[in-house]
T-cell receptor, first 111, second 114 residues
Framework: QQQVKQSPQSLIVQKGGISIINCAYENTAFDYFPWYQQFPGKGPALLIA?????SEKKEGRFTISFNKSAKQFSLHIMDSQPGDSATYFC??????????FGAGTTVTVRA | DAGVIQSPRHEVTEMGQEVTLRCKPI?????LFWYRQTMMRGLELLIY????????DSGMPEDRFSAKMPNASFSTLKIQPSEPRDSAVYFC????????????FGAGTRLSVL
């Protein structure tokens, strides 16, 4: 049973477009929500993370939106580039140590 | 720093054989995590260590799986005996206690059990 539900499973976006990935959770004890990016043949790498005390965090073209009342959070990739083509995982933890990962979203950016 | 180093990168073995996966965490990191990634189950945490001590092994699927961390720079994940359903990519990750949620992953070991 996955504690973090992620959608969509995959998406295709044109270069310059916006990619949006959504995640939902039930455990109200979760207090740390990172996103990881994984390229084929590589391990996941931390992209950006947020805590529940803020509703949005932006780093370059990547933005996390967080809705505590709805227990949902999302990743927006603005001005998507071919180099952004990867699998993205949302995750959550209570106290940071034990991350529960979503199923992953494969993003393909068409040039 | 070279990052988290895992070996071997690929392992092919026959059912019933013992398999040992190895991990060298980033120097100075005091948390070490072992994950398994499959298409069906995604990325699952198997076990994690703090200062070489196992803290939570609730994700270890069966007694056939065991993990050790004899010192701060080395950990092993052993499967004995191996079964075809153990085929997966196994990742090791490490982090600092001041920021345990920022985990640095190795490149993984792709295990195929025939």
């Amino acid at each position: 049973q996955q504690q973090v539900k992620q959608s969509p499973q995959s998406l295709i976006v044109q270069k310059g477009g916006i990619s949006i990935i959504n995640c939902a959770y039930e455990n109200t004890a979760f207090d740390y929500f990172p996103w990881y990016q994984q390229f084929p043949g590589k391990g996941p790498a931390l992209l950006i993370a947020i805590r529940p005390d803020v509703s949005e965090k932006k780093e370059g073209r990547f933005t996390i939106s967080f809705n505590k009342s709805a227990k949902q959070f999302s990743l927006h990739i603005m001005d998507s580039q071919p180099g952004d083509s990867a699998t993205y995982f949302c995750a959550a933890s209570a106290g940071d140590y034990k991350l529960s990962f979503g199923a992953g979203t494969t993003v393909t950016v068409r040039a | 720093d070279a990052g988290v180093i895992q070996s071997p990168r690929h392992e092919v073995t026959e059912m019933g054989q013992e398999v040992t996966l190895r991990c060298k965490p980033i120097s100075g990191h005091d948390y070490l995590f072992w994950y398994r990634q499959t298409m069906m189950r995604g990325l699952e945490l198997l076990i994690y260590f703090n200062n070489n001590v196992p803290i939570d092994d609730s994700g270890m699927p069966e007694d056939r799986f065991s993990a050790k961390m004899p010192n701060a720079s080395f950990s092993t994940l052993k499967i004995q005996p191996s079964e075809p359903r153990d085929s997966a990519v196994y990742f090791c990750a490490s982090s600092l206690s001041v920021s345990p949620g920022i985990q640095y992953f190795g490149a993984g070991t792709r295990l195929s059990v025939l």
